[in-house]
C-alpha cells in the first residue's frame, strides 16, 4: 500500500458516516474539533459494538481497505475485517490509503460507546454531522491512560475548557 | 454508579447531582471532597507552576469552526513533518 502523504480524515469520517456506523470520534481529533491545542496523524475512533454496527463498520474498513498497522511493515497487512472478528477485541490500529485509524471499542477510563455517547457532542464536520467525545471525557482517558505523552496534553485540554465555559458564561 | 446512588451517599438530591455533573452548579471544596470520597477515592492535592503559553492560541482557535480547526492542525502537521524530513 503507498504511504499516504498526508491524513485525510474527511474521507475516513465521511466513510463510516455514508456506511451508517454509528461511532464517536476520541482522540487528538475529538479535542482539535474543540480548540484544543493539539496535533495528530490519525483519527481515533469509538463504535458502537452492536452486531448491526459492526457489519456497517467492517463494510466501511473494507471500502477504506483497511489494513493491520504494524510497526516493521509500513504497507501494513491483511486480515479478515468480519464483524464479529472486529468486535471481539478492545482496539485495533489500522492503516488505509486514507491515512491511520484506531477503533478503540473500551478508551481508558470508560466503558465504551453508550458511556461517551453521554457527553458527546454533536459538531459539523465537511458536511455531516459527527459525534465527538467531550472534553471532560477526553481528559478522564487520558488520566486513565496515564502515559507521559497522554499527561502533558492534560492541561492544554483543561485550559481548553476553562476557556468554552468562559466563552459561553460571557 | 448513578446518579441517585452517590446523591444517597452524599445525603443530597439526584438533582442536585445533576445540576453539579452538568456544570450548571460548581460544588464546594469539601462538597467536592465528599462527592469523591463517596466514590471510594481521595482527593489530593499539588501545586505546579501556572502556563498559560496556549491561551491565545486556544483563543484563536475557538474562533474558527470544528472543521477549521481540524484543517489548521493538519495544516501544522504537514509543516512539521517537512522539517522533521529535513533535519
Given amino acids: 500500500m503507498a504511504q499516504p502523504k498526508r491524513l485525510d480524515p474527511q474521507r475516513l469520517i465521511s466513510t463510516l458516516v455514508d456506511h451508517d456506523v454509528e461511532f464517536i470520534v476520541v482522540g487528538a481529533i475529538a479535542a482539535i474539533a474543540q480548540g484544543g491545542p493539539l496535533m495528530t496523524e490519525d483519527v481515533d475512533i469509538t463504535p458502537s459494538r452492536d452486531p448491526v454496527n459492526l457489519e456497517r463498520l467492517a463494510a466501511a474498513l473494507t471500502k477504506l481497505d483497511a489494513r493491520l498497522r504494524i510497526p516493521r511493515d509500513p504497507s501494513g497487512i491483511e486480515f479478515p475485517i ?3 472478528f472486529l468486535g471481539s477485541v478492545d482496539s485495533w490500529t489500522l492503516k488505509t490509503p486514507s491515512g491511520d485509524i484506531d477503533l478503540l471499542f473500551a478508551p481508558s477510563g470508560t466503558a465504551g460507546y453508550e458511556d461517551l455517547r453521554r457527553g458527546a457532542l454533536s459538531v ?17 482517558m487520558k488520566e486513565a491512560a496515564g502515559r507521559p505523552k ?3 496534553q492534560i492541561p492544554a485540554l483543561r485550559q481548553t475548557l476553562e476557556l468554552r465555559r468562559e466563552r459561553r458564561q460571557s | 454508579m448513578t446518579q441517585a446512588e452517590l446523591g444517597r451517599r452524599v445525603g443530597r438530591p439526584q438533582s442536585q447531582i445533576a445540576r453539579w455533573e452538568t456544570g450548571r452548579v460548581e460544588p464546594s471544596l469539601e462538597t467536592l471532597r465528599r462527592l469523591v470520597r463517596a466514590c471510594g477515592f481521595e482527593l489530593t492535592y499539588s501545586l505546579a507552576n501556572y502556563d498559560d503559553s496556549y491561551v491565545p492560541y486556544i483563543e484563536r482557535l475557538l474562533e474558527m469552526s470544528p472543521q477549521e480547526r481540524i484543517e489548521d492542525a493538519l495544516e501544522r502537521e504537514a509543516i512539521f513533518g517537512e522539517i522533521r524530513g529535513a533535519a
Fill in chain 1, 82 to 84: 468480519e464483524p464479529r
Fill in chain 1, 124 to 140: 459539523a464536520l465537511w458536511g455531516q454531522e459527527v459525534l465527538v467525545a467531550s472534553l471532560p471525557d477526553l481528559i478522564r
Fill in chain 1, 150 to 152: 497522554d499527561l502533558a
